[in-house]
């Protein structure tokens, strides 16, 4: 793939299907140009997701602990940062996503693994938000990683996801499930048209019950 063939290469990381090891080469390969090509193709959906978990949050922000999934550049934590909030770690497979996220200074950890529904080595309750901007379902975050965030979520704790319609449809039968089950409270399922240029997309909240 040529470096300049941007619209293929974002097409081939969304509907493309590639596997796991090649989604993450891919990943390795663009993130030099990530932040310049989805800022031409009107790449709202980061600031989307740290807007609405700020809705969410107005209170002691220096004092939140935040979880941002697939991290990437760590655009999500830029606003973080420019909304107040302090304490924010991050996951992604991509060394070099993350190479350009630690370059920003603003994360306390930084985690290159995969998120699954595999416990991670992060302690029990954690975290006050867990945020996902553009890296769930169609090959990226599992449906089933929604038990760990959960783990890792403290009472309260904000679930915030910001993505296309199409990546949530296993997750919200999902998310409806551990409504009934007593697991999550429903705030929000709300459309966007800010997701990106000409592509509107879904914000969705839940909120962790713990007892
Ligand atoms: C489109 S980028 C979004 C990056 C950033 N959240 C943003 O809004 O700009 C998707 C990111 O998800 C990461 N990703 C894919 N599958 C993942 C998984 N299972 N766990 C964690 N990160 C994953 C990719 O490596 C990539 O950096």
Not at 19 to 46: A, L, M, N
Not at 59 to 67: G, Y
């Amino acid at each position: 793939m040529e470096d300049n063939d941007n619209k293929k290469r974002i097409w081939y990381l969304s509907d493309g299907n590639p596997t796991q090891e090649e989604r993450i080469k891919e990943y390795d390969h663009f993130c030099s140009t990530y932040e310049q090509v989805f800022k031409e193709e009107g790449w709202q959906s980061p600031y989307v997701c740290a807007d609405t978990v700020g809705s969410y949050i107005r209170d002691n922000r220096d004092k939140v602990e935040i979880l941002d999934l697939g991290v990437g550049t760590g655009l999500v934590g830029e606003r973080l940062h420019h909304l107040g909030f302090r304490t924010f770690d991050g996951i992604d497979p991509s060394h070099g996503m993350l190479t350009l996220a630690e370059k920003k200074h603003i994360y306390r950890n930084l985690y290159c693994q995969l998120f699954t529904s595999k416990p991670t080595n992060i302690k029990e309750g954690t975290y006050d938000a867990i945020c996902i901007s553009g890296a769930f379902g169609k090959g990226d975050i599992p449906e089933d990683s929604v038990y760990e965030m959960i783990r890792l979520g403290k009472p309260g704790c904000i679930l915030c996801f910001v993505g296309r319609t199409v990546a949530f449809e296993l997750l919200l039968p999902l998310l409806e499930t551990l409504e009934k089950t007593k697991q999550l409270k429903k705030e929000e399922i709300t459309e966007t048209q800010r997701y990106r240029k000409n592509v509107a997309g879904l914000i969705i909240v839940y909120r962790i019950i713990k007892d």
